[in-house]
């Protein structure tokens, strides 16, 4: 007896990516994920712990460096969060696409989070993919966030 697969692929061809994400998560119902973000592609999340999630969002690309992208997206997570740090930054490649990997801790509602984003420019798209758990947890769901980062393509 074959073994089942412990992953779901996603091969999204109109805008152009593909990703896996571990089983154990589920996807976050479309009403939900539309009210957290209009621009939410796809989001998952593990039953039972709301305060973990994988998220995907796009917008039109434009010319912008993989300085002003890493600055942006921190930016943005810092408006959110005041307390916010940039525990770290790479460039890297996504497919066809080159962009930046951001690893990000705040506060958000009295609890740590740890979250890592990534941010990559395409020909048409900029994709931001990001996983956050509690900080507590973030060990307990590497393997699922690695999956998930280390299978992300973008095509265009």
Do not use: W
């Amino acid at each position: 007896m074959a073994s089942q697969p412990l992953l779901n692929t996603v091969s999204d061809t109109p805008h152009g990516l593909s990703f896996n994400i571990s089983k154990s998560f589920a996807a976050i119902p479309d009403k939900e994920l539309a009210s957290l973000n209009p621009g939410f592609l796809y989001g998952y999340r593990p039953s039972g712990d709301a305060n973990t999630e994988c998220v995907i969002s796009q917008t039109k690309a434009g010319n912008i460096t993989a300085g002003q992208l890493r600055d942006g997206v921190f930016n943005e997570i810092k408006n959110n969060h005041t307390d916010a740090n940039l525990d770290s930054s790479a460039i890297v490649q996504v497919g066809v696409a080159r962009g930046v990997s951001l690893q990000t801790s705040f506060t958000d509602g009295g609890l740590r989070i740890k979250r890592v984003e990534v941010a990559a420019v395409g020909k048409t798209n900029i994709t931001f993919a990001f996983c956050q758990s509690l900080a507590a947890d973030s060990s307990r769901y590497y393997n699922d966030f690695t999956i998930f980062f280390s299978s992300l393509k973008l095509t265009k």
